[in-house]
Structure formats: C-alpha cells, structure tokens
C-alpha cells in the first residue's frame, strides 16, 4: 500500500458552507487505509480531468475538491455532484461519511 494524503473540500448545499478535512493514510487504521487506497485506483483517480462540470439547474449543488498526493504523484480535480463519474461515486462518499 501506498501513502496517501487526500484533501477534500466541500462547497454549496444549503447553507453553502465549506469544510475541508485532510486525511493522510499514515494516521489510518490498516483496514481504513487500505480502503482509501482501494477507493484511489478503483476511481482511476491520476487519470481524471482537472475540472468536471454540470451545466444543469445548480441550486443547492455540492462542489467537490479534491487533491491526492502519493509516492511522487499529486492530482487535483473538482467536480460538481451530479457530474462525478461512476467511478468516483465510492470515493467521493466515503470521504463525506468517513469519522476518524
């Protein structure tokens, strides 16, 4: 397993408001890190477009951002909720309920 440290930040919603957590697989339970490691690659991450836009109605939408840095790598991407890939659903929903 690789090191990971992802930053995640969340705009909009109702009330608009920002949180932004970091999460670095050092500090992780094995089973925990391993499982971000997972959501990484299953999400093809290294190889997803730096902006990912929704062009319908935006009220209330969620806007994601999302930086991941590994073993000589580092990728940032942002993506509107409704235009997340397939791919990315899992990583993107883990890292919105995930309590350390």
């Known amino acids: 397993m690789n090191h990971l440290r992802v930053t995640f930040e969340t705009t909009g919603g109702l009330g608009g408001m920002t949180m932004t957590r970091t999460i670095d697989s050092d500090m992780l339970l094995a089973e925990q890190a391993n499982r971000l490691c997972q959501l990484v690659d299953a999400s093809n991450f290294f190889n997803l477009p730096i902006a990912i836009t929704y062009s319908g109605p935006i009220r209330d939408l969620f806007h994601y951002k999302l930086i991941v840095e590994s073993v000589g790598k580092k990728h940032t991407i942002e993506v ?6 397939s791919e990315l659903k899992p990583l993107l929903q883990w890292l919105r309920t995930f309590k350390p």
Not at 80 to 85: C, H, K, L, V
């Open 80 to 85: 509107d909720e409704p235009a997340a890939p």
